[in-house]
Structures are given as structure tokens and as C-alpha cells.
């Protein structure tokens, strides 16, 4: 493993995190590549940074308003040199409501299975697939 790149997709992972708990999608989005590919816990599929963007602003501003993310990488794995697969679980909490179809657990605690693509570019580490699964209790 590449101790490097894993020091600087933890510290993409952090920045994620903290972006979601301030409610700012634009930052949220910083390190995604135009391109994304991203499914959310819905199982809707997009397939640009705007839309990601567009979709984030919404729930940030709704369903998800004042919502605290914890993000924690379960595996990285690296490939090849230039691609990263980043495994993580994602709680999230003190959400105003829920997407239809997903139910509200018990101890009021979302979590969700997260897989990330990374790809290393000249200008460094960029999400190019974001893939969210809501996990049943």
C-alpha cells in the first residue's frame, strides 16, 4: 500500500465529512471528478459533479439539514497505482426526515455502506464513482 496516498484520501475522507456537517455542498463535491459516477441510497444513478452538486444542495437543505456524517474508512485498496478503492461506513444522525423507502432505525443512527473510486490525476486524488447502499437493520 501506498502509505502516501492513503494519508491523502483520509484527509479527502475528512474533508467530505466535514463539509456534510457544515451543509456545504460545493465542498462536499471538491474533490469529485466531473465525471462522477454516483448512486444514492435510493438506488437513483447521476452521472456529473452538477448533479451530485444539485442533488446535495437540496438535501442539505432539507431531509439532511443540520445532519451530523461520521465517515469511517473500513478498507483502502489500491489495484493499480492509480486507482483506489476506498471502503467506508457512514452514519448519519439528527436528520429532519428520511428518502421514501428508507426507514428510520431504531437508535435514530442512518448507516449506509459507501464505496468510493479514486483516480489519481496530475492534480490529484479525484472521486470518479461514489456508490451509497442503505444498510437494513
Not at 444514492?40 to 459533479?49: A, P, Q
Not at 444542495?57 to 439532511?64: D, E, G, K, N, Y
Request: charged share 25%; hydrophobic share 40%; aromatic share 8%.
Amino acid at each position: 500500500m501506498d502509505i502516501e496516498s492513503a494519508k491523502e484520501i483520509h484527509n479527502i475522507v475528512s474533508r467530505q465529512q466535514a463539509a456534510w456537517n457544515r451543509g456545504d455542498p460545493r465542498n462536499f463535491s471538491k474533490d469529485c471528478d466531473e465525471e462522477i459516477s454516483f448512486t444514492n441510497i435510493l438506488g437513483r444513478v447521476y452521472f456529473s459533479r452538477e448533479d451530485f452538486d444539485e442533488l446535495h444542495t437540496h438535501i442539505f437543505a432539507t431531509i439532511f439539514k443540520g445532519s451530523t456524517l461520521k465517515l469511517k474508512p473500513r478498507r483502502i485498496h489500491f489495484p493499480a497505482r492509480t486507482i483506489a478503492l476506498v471502503d467506508l461506513s457512514a452514519e448519519v444522525t439528527g436528520f429532519q426526515a428520511l428518502p421514501p423507502g428508507v426507514k428510520a432505525p431504531a437508535d435514530g443512527v442512518l448507516r449506509t455502506a459507501l464505496l468510493q473510486v479514486l483516480l489519481r490525476t496530475e492534480v490529484g486524488w479525484r472521486v470518479v464513482a461514489y456508490h451509497n447502499v442503505d444498510l437494513k437493520n
